[in-house]
């Protein structure tokens, strides 16, 4: 597994909140930034803006998404690298779940 995502870029990832059970990042990303290989739990990420980015997964298989402001993405536990290949900055809200709800 890939080092944590705010160890890796700290300037493209902000903890927001913490507790043991859910974190919340904010990720900004300038045009053509890349930030390298990290982790990220099971998390739910929410669009800021519209931007572009290439997600490249430990296999070297990349791919590219058209992020819309407003707009919900779900991704299980990754690792992966992110380059920004639009022209605006990347910003998105991303909710990581830690483990899941004891009952």
């Not at 300037?11 to 919340?24: G, H, M, W």
């Not at 779900?74 to 909710?95: C, K, M, Q, Y």
Request: hydrophobic share 40%.
């Amino acid at each position: 597994m890939a080092a944590d995502a705010v160890q890796v870029a700290p300037d493209a990832y902000k903890v927001l909140f913490e507790n043991d059970r859910v974190r919340l990042l904010e990720a900004r990303l300038q045009p053509g930034a890349t930030t390298a290989m990290h982790h990220h739990h099971d998390n739910l990420v929410y669009n800021l803006a519209d931007g572009q980015a290439a997600f490249t997964d430990e296999s070297g298989a990349t791919v590219e998404v058209s992020l819309v402001a407003g707009s919900t993405m779900w991704s299980p536990a990754v690792d992966h690298s992110t380059h920004n290949t639009g022209s605006t900055e990347v910003r998105s809200l991303i909710f990581e779940l830690k483990r899941p709800a004891s009952n």
